[in-house]
């Protein structure tokens, strides 16, 4: 029997990297899931790869009548909305002297905004549900900076905001029986990030020391797992919960 079995989840940036992870997780969960993001045509690669009975939908995430459409198309098809994975995510690379007011923005709009749409359009559903989870994608650079945060100012802002955003949310519709909490993500290990350190062999020697645990860096199944944690009923008694998956790195 799957920890999600019976349950739909909408996750966001569902094409590639940690989105696809979560697809894969939830899918083998035994959720339906609807896999949303603005790269169509990987998305519907993802998507088609763990199942037939899935669903994907092209949507920018700051676009609040593509939210609705998505929440709508969502019940049509499998009649509920259990669960929402906020995922898809930015970084602009820029530090605090570089930025540019409409970098910082878009910024602070993909990643913040776009969590804010969808827990908004997806509550209604819950409440006549009588329950949902959501399920928040921060990262430590919303709890400290250096490597954390890669440098970027408006990442680690934006990323800062999602984190008091689901306690907000978790207060407010705890009454509701609609969870939110959110996930803390160290370095996740996916393809970019391979090429990074065997581009750079002295990056993995600072990530060895500053993220102690073996194998100093997540898969990004680490991460999935988590989330299919505080999305299953098993975390029905966890609310506005900071669950931090970084290897050690947040011990120093
Ligand atoms: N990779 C890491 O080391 C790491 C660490 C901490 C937190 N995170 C967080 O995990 C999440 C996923 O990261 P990833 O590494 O898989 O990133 P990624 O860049 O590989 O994937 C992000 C996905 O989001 C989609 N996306 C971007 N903007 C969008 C928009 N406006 N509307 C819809 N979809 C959009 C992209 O098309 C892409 O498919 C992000 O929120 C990221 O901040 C990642």
Redesign the pocket.
Known sequence: MGRLDGKVAII??????????LVKRFVEEGAKVVG????EE??NETVDKYGNDNLAL??????EEGWQKVVDTTVEKFGKIDILV??????SKKGVLELKPEEYMKTI???SL?PLLGIQKSIPKMKENGSGSIVN?????SLKSGAADGGDAA?SAS?GS?RSLTKHVAHYFAKDNIRCSS????????D??KKVFNENPELWETTKVSSPLPDH??D?ED?ANGAVYLASDDAKAVTGAELVIDNGNMTH
């Open positions: 966001t940036g569902a094409a590639q990297g940690l989105g696809e992870a949303v993001d603005l790269n990987k998305l092209k949507l920018d995430v700051t676009d906020n995922n898809a995510g930015m970084m709009q993909v990643n776009g994608i921060a990262s430590i650079g990442y990323k999602v996930v803390f993500p160290g370095g996740i290990m996916t970019m990030l860096i997540a990004p991460i």
